[in-house]
């Protein structure tokens, strides 16, 4: 079976963050030719070290998806654009939500016109997140569930997944949008808790400290290895008839946070288990139990999640371990 | 009864459109402070003639609600804010994406961060689109139905309704969405016809030309007439209870665009049907029939539309025949 991706051209925005550069890394692996666009704003991810293994065989170019002059140039001639730019902090999404809106929003928008105007052959791959769906009145969540979001930033991936769409039906695009559950793994930063609790509550591990769990800890969420994020990224940007639709991507399994913070302690053989309430921020923009429905994308591609969370755990403990001083100062 | 509006301060941006100074002229009379806000962009609908009956007795203020100084100013010691400042031109929607998000997103948020600093308490009234459904699914059109919109004008219409709530839930302000359906009626602008089509059609009758109706004509539309808007305006307004929700604004009953042209025809005395293609513009972004339900704001208000269509027609062919120069030259 050929290797779709082999010479394939490939642009990925965000491609310095956490999805980004393990994207990057596997598809240089996989034999593309990778340019990532990357605006490194600071607490966002952003990690020249990130990229370390696929050094000077990526192309790096600093900008900003909102500038419509590099987007301009970046998009030519690419086979794929990978679009996982975005502010992704949903307390700062709320404390400053015109960035947010600029960034997630206009951002997307001056890609697609990028696109439109200078590529419309390219396949792009939008990754939402799983909080479009605000609070879940079903468990799992299927794409057709209710779209409520409880903040800015859910509301402006919303509308950046609503803009893809049309210009997939309205203006000939190739498009196609997943609403992604919380994704861990190595490359994520560490630096702060204001997303990313799965990768946090591993640093308070290593650290040998309390891992702080709010409330009792029984919410539900849907974590996924970023490798099998990556597998899912792939399978649907090489399903032709993917395009033009929305597909949820996650394990399909729900995991209380008491028993994640638990699994952590058990793998990394340090930290512990703290309970404390929830701080306003965090309980504003808290949308309950969330588990994926994923029928939808395992149907269309045959996609499967593989990799069990311990085992996820315990490759993202190891990385840390090993490149600790590149993420965070004990 | 009390009259709610008697000494009420209230700001209505996009005071100068069409709904709005409509509402300035009404609330006038109910004997509120009325304070417009409106940046008189061309084409959209900005006329100084539109508040000719209330001149001097309103406060007009030029600027943008954009522009965070002028808004953390106008909306302080105001008991009502009606937002109905936008760009609302589907075609322009789609020939000018990043300007529509400014506005009506960008300009939403604005707004909501200075009353969320400056007049938490105010009553903010968001008049959204029914646009934002896109291709309706079922008839009559709920406020369950999914929203899909099929252009970016209604997406950014959608975004700015999810801001209102979230800031609702979150950040502790008084804010209700209407999803209103076309509305026609005296001050709408008629220099293009780009949006606003009975109006448009209304133009074409007294200037005694064709009237172009797109197709066989046969998609149904649900047209409100302005007054009976302003009624359902002022009634979600003052009922504390709808804060915080979602309602459909029409009249529940379909007519096609052949029996729109063929009533105005008849009411008018002038003009003549005609059948023309559809342009490609028009096409992209049509979403089909659309009849609302308009039995939850009838059930939280009581409030019903009373005129019907051929007295709404009467009226505003009235009012252009008087008034034609003010809004377009022959």
């Known amino acids: 079976m050929k290797n779709p991706f082999e010479n394939a051209n490939v642009l990925i925005t965000g491609g310095l963050g956490f999805i980004g550069s393990n994207l990057a890394i596997r598809l240089v692996g996989l034999g593309a030719n990778v340019t990532l666009v990357d605006n490194m704003l600071p607490r966002q991810g952003g990690n020249l070290f990130n990229i370390e293994p696929v050094k000077g065989k990526v192309h790096v170019n600093f900008s900003d998806i909102r500038n419509a002059l590099s987007m301009n140039y ?102 196609v949008c997943l609403r992604i559950t919380n994704t861990f793994g190595p490359r994520h930063q560490m630096m702060h808790d204001e997303y990313g609790v799965l990768n946090w509550f591993i640093r308070k591990a290593l650290d040998d400290e309390a891992i702080p769990v709010f409330g009792d800890g029984a919410i539900l969420r849907d974590f996924l290895y970023v490798d099998d994020l990556l597998d899912g990224l792939l399978a649907i940007a090489t399903t032709p008839g993917a395009y033009g639709d929305v597909y949820n991507v996650g394990t399909g399994r729900g995991i209380s946070f008491r028993e994640l913070a638990e699994t952590i302690v058990a793998v990394a053989g340090q930290g512990r288990v703290a309970h404390v309430p929830f701080t306003r921020e965090r309980k504003e923009v808290e949308p309950g139990d969330y588990v994926a429905d994923i029928r939808k ?34």
Chains 1, 2 share one sequence.
């Open 74 to 175: 970046l998009v030519q001639g690419k086979d794929y654009v990978f679009h996982l730019a975005g502010q992704v902090n949903h307390v700062d999404s709320m404390r400053n939500p015109i960035q947010d809106l600029d960034i997630n929003c206009k951002g997307t928008l001056v890609l697609l016109e990028a696109c439109h105007h200078n590529n419309p052959d390219a396949r792009i791959i939008f990754a939402g997140t799983r909080g479009e769906y605000g609070k879940s009145v079903h468990l799992p969540v299927d794409e057709e569930h209710p779209t409520n979001p409880v903040g800015i930033y859910a509301i402006t991936n919303l509308t950046a997944e609503k803009m893809v769409l049309v210009y997939h039906n309205v203006k000939g695009l190739q498009g």
């Open 297 to 330: 994308i395992q149907e269309a591609t045959g996609w499967n999640p593989g990799i069990p969370l311990e085992e996820g755990i315990r490759r993202t403990v190891e990385f840390y371990r090993k490149y600790r001083d590149h993420y965070w100062k004990r």
